[in-house]
């Protein structure tokens, strides 16, 4: 029930559901929260109720769930996951306990590189950043390899927080080359990567770097139902003309933008989108 739970909270915070409108019509907010955490059981027919608000198949849950089933990576970083969402210490700290044993009893590559993913994760609860010698080794894998794929998206993500700006320009730079192969079908972490170096260099107030990343952002066509990814594009030139020119007509361009997020009931999104754009604001009054 524990896998269930944690492939329940990943579509859940994929499709930008909050725990009430999941459980809504189905279970408790409280039961879907220990479900999700695998604190309890749930009824077959809830299970295909709460799919079904997923829009998500059983077939398509079952290769999920067999896929998470035999990646113990993939179950540590989705609990690390939760932990760092939730600003649960105590549990980051057991979770990184467990990685780092399963990393001493696996020699590979990727044993080590998911340990300094998810030591990173813990360390942004604490607003640290990585020792110098796993820093050293996670970059240099990064720029090695030619072609990223899913997985190098994801490490990279999750441990930028303690990549220093100038090397996070140069990767980030370098994604459209070295995601060619699989652009499309990792285009939405793309984006979010793209995004998020946007923020970096609008707190360092590096705004040539600023340009050019949103000259990138704009520079991908979105599909109408990539909602997210148009948000995004939209959601850098706002701030960054916030930012730059902080007048009342700038402000309402980001109200504006956030408020679609809380009308599509993206209470998660909502909260942290604001939250960035709160911070500029009370830096530049």
Excluded: C
């Excluded at 441990?159 to 140069?170: A, D, R």
């Amino acid at each position: 029930m524990e896998n269930i739970g944690t492939i329940i909270f990943s579509l859940r915070e994929d499709k930008d559901l909050s725990l009430e409108n999941l459980a809504s019509g189905v279970l408790s907010k409280s039961q879907l929260s220990k479900v999700e955490r695998g604190l309890s059981d749930i009824s077959a027919t809830k299970f295909l109720k709460l799919l079904d608000k997923l829009h998500i198949t059983f077939s398509e849950f079952n290769l999920l769930y067999k896929d998470i089933s035999t990646s113990p990576e993939n179950i540590y970083l989705l609990k690390m996951t939760q932990a760092l969402i939730s600003g649960n210490l105590n549990q980051a700290n057991l979770i990184e306990s467990d990685v780092w044993k399963f990393h001493t009893e696996n020699s590979s590559i990727y044993a080590k590189l998911n340990y300094i993913m998810i030591k990173a994760m813990r360390l942004q609860i604490e607003d640290k950043k990585l020792d110098r010698d796993s820093l050293a080794f996670l970059i240099d894998y990064l720029f090695k390899v030619s072609n990223w794929t899913r997985y190098e998206l994801i490490l990279y993500g999750n441990t930028m927080t303690s990549i220093p700006l100038e090397s996070i320009n140069l990767l980030t730079k370098e994604i459209s080359y070295k995601t060619t192969l699989y652009k499309k079908i990792n285009l939405s972490i793309i984006i979010n990567l793209l995004f998020n170096t946007v923020i970096l260099n609008l707190e360092a107030k590096n705004y040539t770097q600023v340009d050019y990343f949103i000259r990138t952002l704009s520079s991908n066509e979105f599909l109408d139902i990539q909602l997210g990814e148009r948000f995004l594009k939209e959601y850098a030139k706002a701030l960054y003309d916030y930012v730059r020119d902080p007048v009342k007509i700038n402000e309402e361009k980001n109200l504006n933008l956030l408020n679609i997020l809380k009308i599509l009931d993206s209470d998660n999104l909502f909260i942290a989108y604001s939250k960035i754009f709160e911070d500029f604001k009370n830096e530049t009054n």
